[in-house]
């Protein structure tokens, strides 16, 4: 997972061709904190794609635009738009997260 450093960053990885990842959370989150232990098993039965961490308290322009009403959240972006969007109040799982991310992105073959 790489961490968002600035506005311009952000706007730059959503705009490409290849679908990607943010997450949006905060310091201060425990369930974000909680998301960070499974998170890697997760991925690991996906194939690879760009995943990115942006804090909601760094960036709450980013956060409002988006409709980020809870943290954690996933969200999925393509083309500059957003075409996907896991809510906090269903990202509480592994099975959850695993459920959304596979709508966007193949299981990788056993």
Not at 8 to 35: H, L, T, Y
Not at 61 to 72: H, L, N, R, S
Not at 78 to 107: C, R
Request: charged share 25%.
């Amino acid at each position: 997972m790489t961490e968002m450093i600035n506005q311009e960053q952000f706007e730059n990885v959503i705009a490409g061709e290849e679908r990607v990842v943010v997450k949006i959370s905060a310091d201060w989150c425990p369930d974000c904190k909680r998301m960070d232990f499974f998170i890697g098993s997760v991925l690991e039965d996906l194939e690879s794609f760009p995943f990115y961490e942006l804090n909601k308290d760094e960036y709450p322009e980013v956060a409002e635009k988006y409709d980020v009403m809870g943290i954690p959240s996933l969200l999925v972006f393509q083309n500059g738009e957003k075409i996907g969007h896991l809510h906090s109040a269903n990202a509480k799982t592994p099975d959850e997260v695993s459920e959304f991310l596979s709508q966007y992105f193949n299981a990788v073959s056993a």
